[in-house]
């Protein structure tokens, strides 16, 4: 027996002890054999040190490593070819339609996740079909053509992903990313299947109890994706680190900066964003420019500074021309957004200029579809 530290930790290494998470879960069971993504596990859960047998540990040939290896680089050769065929051939119909084609297979993987394998297949070639439309999405704009308050999880999901693809643009991030991250958005919430349903819509206060329930999804859903093909690590350290924060008051390992990994900090813009803008069983929607002020007061200290200012800039500066309606009712069209106040436009109802940013107790309340 022997406590080894996680940097001398090599693959081969066999546990006699559990490997728990700083929530107290089984991260990984006494008799396992160290793998190479083992150690990414542990690495990404901060396991500083772990108790191995020194007698029994067994190193992996390099013949075990390369074949396997081979296997696992031609099996996703395959799914990645077949994928682009699907996708090439695809009778593509609306966005709407695509849209809602989504919603029905993010339902049934979270209705499956836990008891069946997550279907991966199916979720990116929707996904990639989906974003072939891409081009008709607009943050601001865009409301699902049917949602039902209980669905709010799906359309969160769905409407995470996409935001999440336009930001990772945005962002310049390498074009290999872009549909990962829309990967990371879509599941970065897979683990709230495991959670009671009604904590999750539940209007009230939660206890201590219940709140540390909830948090646990965080967990839930990086173990349920650890396993899954097709995606990367980003993904699944998405699902574990969405609700970290910059300046490290955030869960479940308290993160801080860079620690939190650059999918993460998208996704979490992505998320707060359509958790807010989108209706709940227990309150109301919230206007996307309202939402664009909050997420930008929580920047300081909490979200990535540079990827909000990347994201309201860009979602706001095509908006020329938008009809709205202000917090008062009058409905105008925005005619000129100021670069240093991006959700606080000029205004223009009925010949007048508003400039909502002299006329702070003015907001825009709704953004109304084209007519």
Known sequence: MALMSIIDLKPGAKLIKDVQTPLGGILLPKGKVILP?????????????????????????????????????????????????IVRLADLTSFDEEYD???????????????????????????????LHIKNYQVLHFTPPSIKKEDYVYHNAVLTALTSYVIAQWCKLPSKDWVQVALAGLLHNIGNSKIDQSLLSSPNSLSDTEEEEIRKHTTYGYNILKQVKAINDGVRLTALQHHEKIDGTGYPLKLVGEQIHIYARIVAVADIFHAMTLEKPYRGSISPYQVLEQILQESFGKLDPKIVQIFIRKATQFHHGTIVCLSDGRRGSIIFTDRDHPTRPMVSVEGTIINLVAERQLYIKEVLPKQ
């Open 101 to 131: 084609k989504m919603i029905i297979v993010i339902k049934k993987a979270f209705n499956e996740a836990g008891t069946f394998e997550i279907p991966i297949f199916e979720l990116r070639t929707q996904l990639a079909i989906l974003i």
């Open 37 to 85: 993504r083992d150690l990414e596990i542990l690495r990404a859960f901060l396991i500083q040190t772990v108790d191995i047998d020194n007698k029994q540990t067994k190193q992996p040939t390099s013949l075990e490593f390369k074949n396997n290896k081979d296997q696992e680089t031609d099996k996703q050769e395959e799914e990645e070819a077949k994928l682009e065929q």
